[in-house]
């Protein structure tokens, strides 16, 4: 069983940064893929960015290339979501998940993960 837990969300203007962070507990963290979705008032939950068991691979929605950076410590247990130059479209709740099975590359056409954290509320004001 892993249990992850979010920080790092708030309130922040456009143009502003924020770094997401996501703690996991249990064992082999470095077993698992990593990511984030996110889901916006109203709307479908989304793929935001993935990354792989080691952190050699990166993988972005195409909304939040070149703006976010995905990556992880597996020293740490823990996985990190830099995010630069907001938006008003990026506010939404973001979602830690972690998967056993599924590589990284997969991520972007699945919601079906093995562990979700509680989410972490990103607020950006125009």
């Known amino acids: 069983q892993v249990e992850l837990v979010e920080s790092g969300g708030g309130l922040v203007q456009a143009g502003g940064t924020l770094r997401l962070s996501c703690a996991a507990s249990g064992p082999r963290f470095s077993s698992y893929s990593m990511g984030w979705f996110r889901q916006a008032p109203g709307k479908e939950y989304e793929f935001v960015s993935s990354?792989?068991?080691?952190?050699?691979?990166?993988y972005y929605a195409d909304f939040v290339k070149g703006r976010f950076t995905i990556s992880r410590d597996n020293a740490k247990n823990t996985v990190y979501l830099q995010m630069n130059s907001l938006k008003p479209e990026d506010t939404a709740v973001y979602y830690c998940?972690?998967?056993?099975?599924?590589?990284?590359?997969?991520?972007?056409?699945?919601?079906?993960?093995?562990?979700w954290g509680k989410g972490t509320l990103v607020t950006v004001s125009s």
């Open positions: 990354i792989s068991r080691r952190g050699a691979n990166p």
């Open positions: 998940a972690a998967d056993w099975h599924m590589d990284a590359s997969e991520w972007f056409r699945n919601r079906d993960m093995s562990y």
